[in-house]
């Protein structure tokens, strides 16, 4: 029953100020309510879709929401509206937004030998959203700047292509203190042990992070590599305090067979058919186009937008999806953008796909880009391609910007069109074979390094029959057009 003083008490917790910390049980201060904490990780999550992409299999996104709403359940923090997802990404990560969205990686999830490993991940993630690590992080200035996405330098058409993270996703992925860190370690081991799972198991996955390339873990994996302290040492540390967990299930549950298995079929890998470099000339099999950067630029392909940025870091020329009904209302609303000066328009096609281009100058209050946009028609797709430099480079890059401009092409070479990412095949030895024996086989004698280290195998060792391995296998590349 609620008594007067009762709801006041409610009221009060669940308000900003200094409140006791559901999952450590210590005093913090913090400006934000649960309710704040939870509409701010639904507003994001949108976004974290739309630009990381989730991975289009069902049941594994069943699968994950499941388990995790198994270890979530038995939190201090049950109730919040916890949701998990694979994302589709190469790249090994996981991360959690505050309210209790969690996001694991098909790269990931493709490095872990077992359901405990998962759990333990899980665990950590969730320990960082129960122990409101990144809630406590933020001042109500910084939450004010969430809600209106300031720090834009650019009009926010052109800012969008220029590589910078918006200010409320910087927020969002604030760096964790190693206290924090260590924390959500600790908080990973403990939900382990209360679902019945190993807790043991979470130093495997610190080694295989050990094991894994800068290459792999990405540039700027928001959580697990560029901000957790040395996975070396949080090793030990777990397996000390695993020692002395107490484990709601004996014996102690890991599951590594039926994981694996799950993996079956999965992407490995960049996937090409969103598109891939053979030096710089980009071809994008799902849309069936090419393009050619510029000699000497450096590229970047990612969900959102393919970008070449100038070795002088002067000029950027950036590749996306437009809006518009046809080229010629595209090229129309982005001249009409505040502070754009428009030079003559050309609707001339571009090697037979209709386009519309201009050249512009672009004023604020930081200065003049000087710039030249096309939009094109291509199978249906409106897509922008975009060069600009300060007005002072201009004159330097714009040949540069042209000419990739007009190498817009239909792709017809049916190998690039065709090409298919590579796949994680699991299979089951019948009789005891050597890694290699079974790699070559499998044709993907050459793979032998990434095998070892995916299925955790040193050397060249004699397996045993029963053995599950998960082997790479397709998505080569056609040879240079
Ligand atoms: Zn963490």
Redesign the pocket.
Known sequence: MNTLPGVLLLALLSSTGCAMNPATGERQFTLMSEAQEIQMGREADPEIVRTMGLYPDESLQAYLQGLGEQVAGLTERPNLPWTFRVLDDPLINAFALPGGYIYVTRGIMAHLDSEAELVGILG??IG?VTARHSVSRMSRAQLAQVGLGVGMILAPQLQQWAGLASASMELLFLK?SRD??RQ?DDLGVRYMGRTGYDPAQLSGVMAMLTSVTAEEAGPRGP??LS??PNPENREQAILDLAARTEVSRDPPLVVHESYVRRLDGMTYGENPREGFFRGQVFHHPDLAFSLDFPQGWRTMNSKQAVQALSPDQDALLALSLGEGATPSAALRSFLAEEGMQAGPISEAAVNGVPAATADFRFTSSDGTLDGRVSFLQHRGTLLMLLGYAPSSAWAARQGAVRASLGSFRPLTDRRYLDVQPARLKVVTLSRSASLSYVLDQEGAGDRIEEVRKLNRLEGNPPLPAGTVLRIPVGGVLPGEL
Do not use: G, I, L, P
Request: charged fraction near 35%; hydrophobic fraction near 25%; proline fraction near 0%.
């Open positions: 950590h993630e960082h964790f924090d860190e959500a959580e697990w901000t957790h």
